[in-house]
């Protein structure tokens, strides 16, 4: 069956000598994988390896097999042709990082509309701007809306946050509990938007400890959830 639908490239993995086995989220579906025979074959020459770079937008036709775990693509277009994100060294850093990030913690085969425009935009945001230097922490902080565990912003006037239950609390519970620097950032991009992030002021340092905290967030709330390998280069490149 040949199903058209819009996909966003999360992982890619050669596959023997040719072959690329990709994993993309889908507006259709959730997340899908494709095996795409001989597409890295060059005598051919052969174009289509070009379309997935980490994050792009793609529109395919895909032949479609119920029960089988790789799909095939028939046809495939660029749905969106982003102009700097792989071409300007922070920006495909940030891609390599998220799409890692993306790549562990989506997995749901069902359609999720909502998360769906929320990547789509979000990374034409990312590609139009040039001032995008707490653009991941923002990403990451909304994602967990879409996972079902954003921070509870009832009582943000409390001097604490517990990463293990998501909640503002007025005294320290346990190791979880956060204050100072990574709590008021916290607050501060509770209550802002993509547009507004050039008006939050951080260093490096401030914005690598944040992150530290994000990622134990996101491993208290997703057993298996681990840190991404590339986080290190990540931190090299863009701190």
Same mark, same amino acid.
């Given at each position: 069956?040949? &199903?058209?639908?819009?996909?966003?490239?999360?992982?890619?993995?050669?596959?023997?000598?040719?072959?690329?086995?990709?994993?993309?989220? %889908?507006?259709?579906?959730?997340?899908?994988?494709? *095996?795409?025979?001989?597409?890295?074959?060059?005598?051919?020459?052969?174009?289509?390896?070009?379309?997935?770079?980490?994050?792009?937008?793609?529109?395919?036709?895909?032949?479609?097999?119920?029960?089988?775990?790789?799909?095939?693509?028939?046809?495939?277009?660029?749905?969106?042709?982003?102009?700097?994100?792989? %071409?300007?060294?922070?920006?495909?850093?940030?891609?390599?990082?998220?799409?890692?990030?993306?790549?562990?913690?989506?997995?749901?085969?069902?359609?999720?509309?909502?998360?769906?425009?929320?990547?789509?935009? %979000?990374?034409?945001? *990312?590609?139009?701007?040039?001032?995008?230097?707490?653009?991941?922490?923002?990403?990451?902080?909304?994602?967990?809306?879409?996972?079902?565990?954003?921070?509870?912003?009832?009582?943000?006037?409390?001097?604490?946050?517990?990463?293990?239950?998501?909640?503002?609390?007025?005294?320290?519970?346990?190791?979880?509990?956060?204050?100072?620097?990574?709590?008021?950032?916290?607050?501060?991009?509770?209550?802002?938007?993509?547009?507004?992030?050039?008006? &939050?002021?951080?260093?490096?340092?401030?914005?690598?400890?944040?992150? %530290?905290?994000?990622? *134990?967030?996101?491993? *208290?709330?997703?057993?298996?959830?681990?840190?991404?390998?590339?986080?290190?280069?990540?931190?090299?490149?863009?701190?």
């Amino acid at each position: 069956m040949l &199903i058209k639908t819009k996909a966003i490239v999360l992982s890619k993995l050669r596959y023997r000598d040719n072959d690329l086995i990709v994993k993309c989220i %889908t507006s259709h579906r959730g997340v899908v994988s494709y *095996l795409l025979r001989g597409v890295l074959n060059n005598k051919k020459g052969n174009s289509k390896a070009a379309y997935f770079q980490l994050l792009s937008q793609l529109k395919i036709e895909e032949n479609y097999r119920q029960n089988q775990s790789l799909q095939t693509i028939k046809n495939i277009r660029l749905d969106y042709n982003y102009t700097s994100l792989h %071409t300007n060294i922070l920006k495909s850093a940030i891609a390599m990082f998220l799409a890692e990030v993306l790549s562990s913690v989506l997995r749901e085969e069902e359609e999720n509309q909502l998360l769906y425009n929320y990547l789509e935009t %979000t990374f034409q945001w *990312l590609d139009a701007k040039d001032d995008f230097s707490n653009f991941h922490l923002l990403f990451l902080l909304n994602l967990t809306k879409h996972l079902g565990f954003y921070p509870d912003a009832t009582d943000t006037n409390y001097m604490y946050f517990n990463l293990n239950n998501g909640l503002f609390e007025s005294k320290k519970q346990d190791l979880y509990s956060v204050s100072g620097e990574n709590l008021t950032i916290l607050k501060q991009l509770l209550g802002t938007n993509f547009d507004e992030l050039d008006s &939050i002021k951080l260093n490096s340092k401030q914005r690598q400890s944040f992150l %530290t905290m994000l990622l *134990l967030y996101f491993e *208290l709330h997703l057993g298996s959830f681990k840190k991404p390998k590339s986080l290190q280069i990540f931190n090299q490149v863009f701190n």
